[in-house]
């Protein structure tokens, strides 16, 4: 048998077969080693991941994941929901715990049943008495209690002092129930003693 000469033409194509031989070799096992460490994703075969999404198969959009502006609040539930948190305030800060049941009768239809059972067993609760001289809600964009329905607004009361006013903050946490807003969560934000500085 004759050996390989690549001075002939018919050696320098077998020269060159054997060359991209070589090298198909190589580059293929070398992608699909990859591939299978997880480098690399083979464009034909379908991802592993389900919420990857390409042009030539959109998938259908789910309904258990909305997107950060598909918020179930809305604007006007905000707007509906912020009277009800004033009102639960001025109530709140009105009255102290030897008025409880007079508290409770009042605020009853603006609470959840778990927030008035709170009030209830607390035995500081509810803060009072203060004057309520006016009310101002701010609003709290807060997107994870959103995502879950509720509305979060701040309220700042005015009260009266020794020497003229200030103000105290409350977070008020609402949510809905049978289509109505209710104070779920009251939280103090900021609230001096009454006759300190």
Same mark, same amino acid.
């Given at each position: 048998?004759?050996?390989?000469?690549?001075d002939l033409?018919s050696g320098r194509?077998?020269? %060159?077969? @054997?060359?991209? @031989?070589? %090298?198909m070799?190589?580059? %293929?096992?070398t992608?699909y080693l990859l591939i299978?460490?997880g480098?690399?994703?083979?464009e034909?075969?379908?991802?592993s991941?389900?919420l990857?999404?390409?042009?030539?198969?959109?998938?259908?959009?789910s309904?258990?994941q909305?997107?950060?502006? =598909?918020?179930?609040?809305?604007? =006007?539930d905000?707007?509906e929901?912020?009277?009800?948190?004033?009102k %639960?305030?001025?109530? +709140?800060l009105?009255?102290?715990?030897?008025e409880?049941?007079e508290f409770?009768k009042?605020?009853?239809?603006w609470?959840? =049943?778990?927030?008035?059972?709170?009030?209830? !067993?607390?035995p500081?609760?509810?803060?009072?008495?203060?004057?309520v001289?006016?009310?101002?809600?701010? !609003?709290?964009? =807060? +997107?994870?209690?959103?995502?879950?329905g509720?509305?979060?607004w701040?309220?700042?009361?005015?009260?009266?002092?020794?020497?003229?006013? +200030?103000?105290?903050?409350y977070?008020?946490? @609402?949510?809905?129930e049978?289509?109505?807003?209710?104070?779920?969560?009251?939280?103090?934000?900021? +609230?001096?003693e009454?006759?300190?500085?």
């Amino acid at each position: 048998m004759r050996g390989f000469n690549p001075d002939l033409p018919s050696g320098r194509r077998r020269l %060159f077969l @054997l060359i991209l @031989l070589v %090298f198909m070799v190589v580059g %293929f096992g070398t992608r699909y080693l990859l591939i299978g460490w997880g480098w690399g994703q083979q464009e034909d075969a379908p991802s592993s991941d389900p919420l990857a999404k390409t042009d030539a198969q959109p998938g259908p959009t789910s309904e258990k994941q909305p997107s950060q502006s =598909d918020s179930p609040v809305t604007a =006007d539930d905000r707007e509906e929901a912020q009277p009800i948190a004033k009102k %639960f305030v001025e109530a +709140y800060l009105a009255q102290g715990p030897k008025e409880k049941a007079e508290f409770l009768k009042e605020a009853d239809p603006w609470m959840t =049943d778990s927030l008035q059972s709170e009030i209830e !067993e607390d035995p500081a609760r509810p803060v009072g008495p203060v004057k309520v001289q006016s009310t101002e809600a701010t !609003e709290v964009q =807060d +997107y994870q209690r959103e995502q879950s329905g509720q509305v979060v607004w701040n309220v700042w009361a005015t009260v009266p002092k020794e020497n003229g006013t +200030y103000e105290v903050v409350y977070e008020v946490i @609402l949510s809905q129930e049978k289509g109505d807003w209710l104070v779920q969560e009251v939280n103090q934000v900021e +609230y001096p003693e009454l006759g300190g500085e």
